[in-house]
């Protein structure tokens, strides 16, 4: 039976020693046909009352600008089961002060509590973090992201790469 093996070669160079593509850095390919190159929870996030919100060149990189609400950006899981660990790696840019920003896992739509789930202060943190929460909730349906946890700041809150996998 004949079977597709995909590109080995490009120019006769092979595909293993060839380090960006179209400028890119390979390992920063996040798509390729929709389809993530790395392993993701989500592939759109939902922003509420940001100043601004704008997506960066992928579904894991955003920039929300506060204004004097408590904006938020998550997705949705619906096949939650008790004890689930959710695991993040993110890289934020720039620091503000501690309790602006929490990373969250809760069973309300909005992150405004962590019911069920957790919470992490990212706010003072900058450059390559990774967290993991444990979520207790017996409800399959789970609400994960970020929360401007101080409504009166105007902080901006920069996430690139960011990626959830689940253990």
């Known amino acids: 039976m004949a079977g597709y093996t995909g590109i080995g070669k490009i120019n006769g160079v092979a595909i293993?020693?060839?380090?960006?593509?179209?400028?890119?850095?390979?390992?920063?390919?996040?798509d390729i046909s929709s389809t993530p190159r790395q392993s993701n929870l989500y592939q759109a996030l939902t922003d509420v009352d940001w100043g601004s919100y704008t997506q960066g060149v992928n579904y894991a990189s955003f920039v929300g600008v506060g204004t004097t609400t408590a904006a938020y950006v998550q997705f949705t899981i619906t096949d939650h089961t008790a004890?689930?660990?959710?695991?993040?790696?993110?890289?934020?840019?720039?620091?503000?002060?501690?309790?602006?920003?929490?990373?969250?896992?809760?069973?309300?739509?909005?992150?405004?509590?962590?019911?069920?789930?957790?919470?992490?202060?990212?706010?003072?943190?900058s450059g390559s973090l990774s967290t993991s929460i444990t979520a207790s909730s017996t409800n399959s349906t789970l609400y994960i992201g970020f929360r401007k946890a101080a409504p009166s700041s105007t902080d901006t809150l920069d996430i690139g790469n960011f990626r959830v996998t689940r253990s």
Do not use: P
């Not at 293993?16 to 996040?30: E, L, P, Q, R, Y």
């Not at 660990?85 to 720039?94: A, D």
């Open 16 to 30: 293993a020693s060839i380090s960006k593509m179209t400028g890119i850095a390979k390992a920063d390919v996040w």
């Open 83 to 125: 004890g689930d660990t959710y695991n993040f790696t993110f890289v934020k840019t720039g620091t503000q002060g501690a309790r602006i920003f929490e990373l969250r896992v809760s069973e309300v739509s909005g992150l405004a509590t962590i019911t069920g789930g957790g919470g992490s202060d990212v706010g003072a943190q």
